[in-house]
Structure formats: C-alpha cells, structure tokens
C-alpha cells in the first residue's frame, strides 16, 4: 500500500460519526484478527475501555482491568495487583494490539489511542454482546487462565 | 572454560541470575512470569523493566500453546524442550516444566 503513515500516526476515525454512517476503511481486518484481538480477556478489557474514551495512560489502564479482574473497587487495587497488569499489558497486549492497529501507543507519554481499526473491532464486540456490564466477564480471570500466557 | 560450581547449570549459558517457576494452571500469565524473572535479575520493579516489550522478542502465546496449551482432547499437550531467547543482555530459558531462567554472560562469553 502506497504511503505507510509514520510512527506518529494521527487518528484517522471521527469519533463522533456513527459507524452506520461511515463507509469501511479501505484497509479493513480480516475477521480472524478481529477475533484474536478479542480472544484474551485482557485485550477484551482493554476495548471496553475505548468504548468509554478514545485516550487512556496505560497505568490508569493497568489499574481499572485488575479492578474489574480483582472485582475490587479501582482505589482498593494493589501495587502488585496493578504492576502484574501493567507489564501484562506493556509487554503482551498493547503491542499486540498496536500491531492490529487497533491502537497506537506513545512510548514516551505511556498513552494508547484508538487507530484505524478500532472501530472495526468495538463493532464486532458490541456484535457478540459485549457492553461495559462486566458483569458478562466475571469469569475472565479463570477464562484468561486457560488461555494463553 | 572454568567450571562455576555456584550454578549447577553454569557452562555455555553463562551465569543463571534468576528464576522463577510459571504455574500454567495458577493466575497470571507466561509474559509477566517472564518479566517477573527479568525484573528480579535486574533488581528492579516489575514495571521497570521497559523497552523492549518482551512482545518483539520472543512469541510467548507460542511458546504457552506448545508446552502447556490444549490438545485435540482438551488435555495439555505436553511438549518437551526448552526455548532460549536473548532479551537485553540476558538469556532466558523457558522448560516445559515451567522453570524460566536467566542467565547473565559470563567473561569467557564476550570472547
């Protein structure tokens, strides 16, 4: 594809278009990325999060997913519990996703931003019923020890 | 090579300055396990141990699909080996049986 954006890649969906409105990108996901994007819980967790705003730093990140994962209150989430997150998500899911572009990520600030595929992906999760109940993923934690490390 | 009888497993890896068991049934992940085994031999903090993500190392969901994940019957497969990769300065070991190491090179590594 002619002229890769570079490293510092603006976003390119209008948060505020529906997507019925919006034609597809023309680089859209096949559908199998799409679901190994929502196959972790973590990563689930993470779109959740996007659904709700479109920039999040990763410890405030780190620290609502153990939250949900502990099913705590954000402010009674631990040292341990939130680190164990933010290197899981630091070394395994952020780049995962970024490598989807699903999001972009600013190493220097610690930011992540939905990318060009965002959409696509938060589409097929509110498809399968997800919602930010998560109610739906009490039993992430025992589900994401099944799955892959 | 002089033989290091400090680490039994102290030869061609250099010297092991690190480990920690990954329990594939237990809570966490294969990465952080990882990670919590470079923070300790770095003597830092888990969150500490930044760039590279271990993601552009080494595929750690292959390695966890390999030795621990399902087969066709839902039982582990249970591979059998050992995979090596070099993140930083370090190289790290991950068993089957789920012992990660991490060995720091030695003086006779650099020759």
């Known amino acids: 594809m002619a002229g890769e954006p570079d490293s510092d890649e603006v976003v390119t969906s209008d948060a505020s278009a529906s ?3 919006q034609l597809p990108p023309l680089d859209i996901l096949e559908i199998e990325p799409v679901y190994e994007v929502l196959a972790h819980s973590r990563r689930r967790y993470l779109c959740y999060t996007l659904l709700e705003d479109t920039e999040w730093s990763l ?8 939250a949900w994962e502990n099913d705590v209150p954000e402010h009674t989430v631990t040292e341990d519990q939130r680190e164990e997150v933010y290197a899981s998500l630091y070394h395994a899911h952020v780049p995962k996703l970024v490598d989807e572009g699903v999001i972009t990520f600013d190493e220097a600030t ?15 999760l509110k498809g399968i019923g997800a919602s930010l109940d998560s109610e739906q993923e009490t039993h ?4 994401m020890d099944e799955q892959e490390g | 090579m002089a033989e ?4 039994s497993s102290a030869n061609t890896h ?17 990465t952080t396990a990882i990670i919590y085994a470079i923070a300790e031999a770095d003597g830092v903090s888990l969150s500490e141990v930044k760039s590279p993500p271990l993601y552009d190392s080494v595929d750690v969901p292959a390695i966890e699909k390999a030795f621990f994940g399902p087969n066709g019957a839902g039982d582990s497969r249970q591979g059998v080996g050992t995979v090596e990769f070099q993140y930083s300065d370090y190289l790290v070991k991950v068993q089957s049986d789920g012992w990660i190491r991490v060995y720091e090179p030695t003086e006779a590594d650099h020759s």
């Open chain 1, 110 to 124: 610690e930011t992540i931003t939905t990318a060009r595929h965002a959409d696509q992906v938060l589409t097929a």
């Open chain 1, 140 to 143: 992430a934690q025992s589900d």
């Open chain 2, 14 to 30: 250099g010297t092991q300055v690190a480990q920690r068991q990954y329990e594939h049934n237990g809570q966490g992940e294969l």
């Open chain 1, 19 to 21: 997507p019925e409105t």
């Open chain 2, 4 to 7: 290091d009888d400090l680490t």
């Open chain 1, 59 to 66: 410890t405030d990140l780190a620290t609502k997913i153990a």
